[in-house]
């Protein structure tokens, strides 16, 4: 009982977080950016602390990208990482909100976002929290909950 306790414990922090980011997003969408909403919040420690973006939420090594030479290739798996922060911060994006927030920023050697864009959704598929977009249905999703939760015993 106390394992399965210990592994929801982060659960409720991870939620509490993902609503925080979204009424900050949803409160600067609503006034277009001005006025000030009041919030600050900052980046996630993903994108600021030096580490790989995405590299908290999978192993950013096991993702497959296209490159000729390591450092090619580190820079499409950073480019894949930084689309699943922000697939995890707002829970759901377009292909063009991929875009418009992260190709300048992360180009990956790639000179067409649309070539860019190629490579990231390859390596977003090969994440297991992330629901890609389906035929028809361009919104990609992201699994705010971590692996398996099972069902906890009853106290009968």
Not at 62 to 84: F, K, M, Q, S, Y
Not at 93 to 107: C, M, Q, S, T, V
Not at 149 to 156: A, E, I, M
């Amino acid at each position: 009982m106390n394992e399965l306790a210990t592994e929801l414990s982060g659960v409720e922090n991870e939620r509490l977080d993902a609503f925080a980011r979204s009424a900050v997003r949803q409160t600067g969408e609503t006034f277009d950016g001005s006025p000030e909403s009041g919030l600050d919040y900052e980046l996630p420690a993903d994108l600021d602390d030096g580490e790989r973006p995405g590299e908290a939420i999978t192993d950013l090594d096991a993702i497959e990208v296209p490159g000729h030479d390591e450092t090619l290739i580190e820079r499409r798996r950073i480019a894949v990482g930084a689309a699943l922060v922000f697939l995890r911060d707002r829970e759901e994006a377009k292909r063009n909100e991929f875009i418009e927030a992260l190709y300048e920023e992360y180009p990956a050697g790639y000179e067409t976002s649309e070539t860019w864009w190629d490579c990231v959704k390859a390596g977003l598929r090969q994440i297991d929290r992330v629901f890609p977009a389906r035929e028809g249905r361009r919104v990609w999703r992201f699994n705010t909950t971590p692996g398996r939760v099972t069902r906890l015993p009853s106290r009968d």
